[in-house]
C-alpha cells in the first residue's frame, strides 16, 4: 500500500498518511511483522492441502489439470473408479476407520487410568515414570514400526501380521498422548476435589465414578478425537504391520496410489481423510468447551486448545 | 449437633528430610473455636490436614472423642473440611454439592431434601440451590462450602484459611457470621489462618505455630497480653523488640533490665531470668511526652518518621540509645505536638514493658506448653466482651437440624 503513490482521491491519501504517521507515535506498535510471517506460513501449508481437496473436485480424469467442477463424481458418482465404488479404495476406507475405532476404544481407557496412576503416584520412580510416558512421542516412528514388526516376528510370534497387529501397534504410541492430555487435566484440576470427595464420606471407588470421572470427561472425549485424528493419519506403523492389500488403509493407499497412476479418486480419499480429522478436531473442541463451560471461561478456552492441540507435540 | 473433642499426642508428619510437623500435643475441647495461627509454612495447614486424614502422620496419634484415628482413611473419620478455594464440584449445583456428603451416607430421599434445605437456610443460600457454583459470589461459594461441611453433623469442622480469597470487607463480615454460627450449631471448629486479627476476633482459644512447633496456646487476650516467646510477641500485632539484659531486681520485684544505656523497670515477664533478654512493649503502649520530661522508665528521642493511618498516627521514634521505637497516637481530631525531627520524652510504663528470654522456646515443643512463666498480674479475660457482639446475630436462624 506504500508503494502506491497514486492514490484515488487525496483525501484518502491524507488518511493513509495520517494512518501512517500515527502507527509511530504510541509506545506499542503493532506487531505487523509477525503477523505476516505468520500468514505467510498458513497460506504456505494450506494451499497445497487446499489444491489437493480442490483436485478431488475435478470432473475430468486429471490430478494436475483443472477440467471443470464435479462435486460427486471422484466420491461416488464414477460407477468404477469413486471411493464408493472402487473396492480397494473403500476397503482401505473401511480398514482406516476399522481401525480408529478400535484404537479410540483400547487406548483411551488404557491411557485414562495410566493417567490417572501417574498424576497421583507420589514416591520413588513416579518422577521417572512419568518422563519415560513421553517416549513413545519422541521415539521415531520407523524405529517404534519396525521395533514392533521385530517383536512380533521373532518374540511374540503369535501375533501374525494383521488389523490385530495393526491395532496393537498403534494402540501403542496412541496410550501416550492420552495420558498427557489426561494427565493434564488432572494437573490442573488438582486434588483438592478428590480430597473433598473423600472428606464427605466417599470411598475411593465412588470417587474415581462421581468425582474425577465428570470432571475427566472434558479430556476423555478430547483423548478420543485426538487418537482417533493421529490413528487415521498414521502411515508407518500401519504399513510394517500390515498384512498386505487386505489390511491397507488410506494413507497407504494414497502412498502406493500415486506413485502409479493417480485419479482424482485419490485426492477425494484424501480429502475424506482430511474432513475426518478436522471433524475429530473440531468436536474435541467443542466437547471440551461445553463440558468446562461451568468452570472458569478463561482457563477453559486455553486448557480446550492446549489440550486438543495436544496431539500436534 | 454436639462437637466432638480433638486430641493431638506428638503429632508428627515428616516430608522427606523437612519436618512439616514436629511433634505437636494439643486438646481441643467439644464445642471449642481453636484456632491455629501463624505464618506461612509454620505447618499448621499440615496439621489440619493429618487430623482430615489427607496425610498420613509419621508419628503420633490423632484422637477425635478418644478414639484414635490417625489410620484411619479420610472418609471414614468424623470430620469435615471447608477447604481454602471452597472444592465445590463445579459439575453439580449447589444442592446436589451440599447433599453429596448425605448421599454417601446413604441417608433416605426425603430426609436429605429436609437436610440440605435446612444447611442452606442456615447459611441463608435457600434460594440458590439449582445453581452451579461458576454461578455464585466468592463469598457464597464459601457459605455453601460451609453447608457442605456441616449438613453431615460432624464432630468437627475443620476450615483451612475459608476467608482468605475473600476481600477485606466480606470477611469481616464473614467472620462475626462465622463465629455466630460456630455458637449456634456448637461444633467445634478447628480454624486455620495465618491472619492474626482474625484469629483473635473468633478463637476460643488459639495455638500460635513456628516452625512446626506450638509456640503457645491459649484465649486470644492471654496470647496478645502475656505473649511467652519473642515470636508470640513478635507475630501477634506489632512490638517493638529491643535487647537488653537483666540487672536484677528493685524493691518492687520488678525487673532492673538495662537497654542500651538506660535502666528500665518492667513489671511483666517469666520469673527468674537473668543474662540477656529481649524487652518488649506494644506501640499503643508507648506514652510520648513534651521533651525534658525525666523520670522511671523514660528515654529521650527524635521523632524519624510520622504515618498518618486514619484513626491512628504511627510515629517512629528513635531513642537516644540508636533503638527505633514504634509509637501508636490515637487521631482526636487535635494536631500532633510531635513533628518530625522533634524531641521528645518517650513513656514505656513498666506495666507495658515485658520481658522475654532472647532464644524462643522453639527448641522444645513442651516448654512453651508447660514450664515458664507464672505471671504476675494476672490476667483473665472477661468473657463478656466478645459475646456481646455476637449477641445480636446468634438469633437469626434456628437449630441447625436435629
Redesign the interface.
Known amino acids: 500500500m506504500k508503494a502506491q503513490p497514486l492514490s484515488p482521491a487525496p483525501g484518502a491519501a491524507a488518511g493513509l498518511l495520517r494512518r501512517l504517521l500515527q502507527r509511530r507515535s504510541g509506545p506499542v506498535r503493532k506487531p505487523r511483522v509477525l503477523a505476516l510471517v505468520t500468514w505467510a506460513y498458513i497460506a504456505w501449508s494450506i494451499v497445497p492441502v487446499l489444491i489437493a481437496i480442490q483436485f478431488s473436485f475435478n470432473a475430468g480424469r486429471s490430478v494436475s489439470v483443472w477440467q471443470g467442477f464435479s462435486l460427486t463424481r471422484w466420491y461416488w458418482g464414477d460407477p468404477v473408479n469413486s471411493v464408493w465404488h472402487d473396492p480397494a479404495l473403500q476397503h482401505a476406507l473401511i480398514q482406516s476407520l476399522k481401525l480408529a475405532g478400535l484404537d479410540m476404544l483400547v487406548a483411551t481407557p488404557i491411557g485414562v487410568l495410566l493417567a490417572l496412576g501417574l498424576a497421583r503416584w507420589r514416591g520413588y520412580g513416579a518422577r521417572p515414570a512419568n518422563f519415560l510416558m513421553l517416549f513413545p512421542l519422541v521415539t521415531p516412528e520407523i524405529v517404534m514400526g519396525v521395533s514392533l514388526y521385530l517383536v512380533f516376528q521373532y518374540v511374540f510370534t503369535f501375533i501374525h501380521p494383521s488389523t490385530a497387529a495393526q491395532v496393537l501397534g498403534q494402540v501403542t504410541f496412541s496410550i501416550s498422548y492420552v495420558v498427557v492430555v489426561v494427565r493434564g487435566r488432572l494437573f490442573s484440576i488438582g486434588r483438592d476435589y478428590e480430597e473433598a470427595a473423600a472428606d464427605l464420606g466417599a470411598t475411593p471407588w465412588e470417587t474415581l465414578r462421581l468425582v474425577l470421572f465428570p470432571l475427566l470427561l472434558p479430556a476423555v472425549l478430547a483423548s478420543l478425537m485426538i487418537v482417533f485424528a493421529i490413528s487415521i493419519d498414521d502411515f508407518v506403523i500401519t504399513q510394517w504391520l500390515s498384512c498386505g492389500a487386505g489390511c491397507d488403509t488410506i494413507p497407504i493407499k494414497i502412498y502406493s496410489a500415486t506413485r502409479a497412476a493417480p485419479l482424482p479418486s485419490i485426492n477425494a480419499l484424501a480429502a475424506i481423510m482430511v474432513y475426518c480429522s478436522l471433524a475429530a478436531v473440531v468436536l474435541a473442541f467443542v466437547c471440551y468447551k461445553l463440558l468446562t463451560r461451568s468452570e472458569s471461561s478463561a482457563d477453559s478456552t486455553q486448557a480446550a486448545i492446549s489440550s486438543v492441540g495436544a496431539f500436534d507435540l | 449437633m454436639s462437637g466432638g473433642s480433638i486430641s493431638l499426642v506428638d503429632l508428627t508428619k515428616r516430608f522427606g528430610a523437612f519436618t512439616a510437623v514436629d511433634g505437636i500435643s494439643l486438646d481441643v475441647e467439644q464445642g471449642e473455636f481453636f484456632s491455629l495461627l501463624g505464618p506461612s509454612g509454620c505447618g499448621k495447614t499440615t496439621t489440619l490436614r493429618l487430623v482430615?486424614?489427607?496425610e498420613s502422620p509419621s508419628a503420633g496419634q490423632i484422637r477425635v472423642n478418644g478414639e484414635d484415628m490417625a489410620q484411619t482413611?479420610?472418609?471414614?473419620r468424623p470430620?469435615?473440611?471447608v477447604?481454602q478455594?471452597y472444592?465445590?464440584?463445579?459439575?453439580l449445583d449447589v444442592f446436589d454439592n451440599v447433599a453429596?456428603?448425605l448421599r454417601?451416607?446413604r441417608v433416605p430421599k426425603d430426609e436429605i431434601r429436609r437436610r440440605v434445605g435446612e444447611a442452606l437456610e442456615l447459611v441463608q443460600l435457600q434460594t440458590f440451590s439449582k445453581r452451579?457454583?461458576?454461578r455464585l459470589s466468592g463469598g457464597q461459594q464459601q457459605r455453601v462450602a460451609l453447608a457442605?461441611?456441616l449438613v453431615?453433623k460432624p464432630a468437627v469442622l475443620l476450615l483451612d484459611e475459608p476467608l482468605g480469597a475473600l476481600d477485606a470487607k466480606l470477611r469481616k463480615q464473614l467472620q462475626v457470621e462465622l463465629k455466630a454460627l460456630q455458637e449456634q450449631v456448637g461444633i467445634t471448629f478447628i480454624y486455620v489462618t495465618h491472619d492474626q486479627e482474625e484469629a483473635l476476633t473468633m478463637s476460643d482459644r488459639i495455638a500460635v505455630m513456628s516452625n512446626g512447633r506450638v509456640e503457645q496456646v491459649g484465649p486470644p487476650r492471654e496470647i496478645y497480653e502475656v505473649p511467652k516467646t519473642v515470636f508470640v510477641a513478635d507475630f501477634l500485632g506489632v512490638s517493638n523488640l529491643m535487647a537488653g539484659s537483666i540487672r536484677g531486681y528493685d524493691e518492687h520485684g520488678r525487673y532492673r533490665v538495662e537497654v542500651g544505656g538506660f535502666d528500665l523497670r518492667a513489671a511483666r515477664g517469666a520469673h527468674s531470668l537473668i543474662g540477656d533478654v529481649k524487652v518488649t512493649i506494644r506501640p499503643e503502649r508507648v506514652r510520648l511526652q513534651a521533651d525534658g520530661i525525666s523520670g522511671e522508665n523514660r528515654v529521650p528521642g527524635t521523632v524519624e518518621r510520622w504515618v498518618y493511618l486514619g484513626n491512628a498516627m504511627q510515629l517512629i521514634v528513635k531513642l537516644a540509645n540508636g533503638e527505633a521505637i514504634q509509637a501508636l497516637i490515637h487521631n482526636t481530631g487535635e494536631d500532633s505536638p510531635f513533628a518530625v525531627g522533634s524531641r521528645v520524652c518517650v513513656h514505656l510504663p513498666e506495666q507495658a514493658l515485658r520481658v522475654l528470654p532472647v532464644s524462643a522456646s522453639s527448641h522444645s515443643g513442651t516448654t512453651s506448653g508447660t514450664a515458664q512463666v507464672r505471671e504476675r498480674a494476672s490476667e483473665r479475660r472477661p468473657s463478656s466482651v466478645r459475646s456481646g457482639v455476637n449477641e445480636t446475630l446468634v438469633a437469626r436462624t434456628g437449630p441447625a437440624g436435629e
Open positions: 482430615a486424614g489427607f482413611p479420610a472418609h471414614r470430620v469435615n473440611t477447604f478455594n472444592a465445590l464440584f463445579p459439575f453429596f456428603g454417601r451416607a452451579r457454583p461458576a457442605r461441611a453431615l
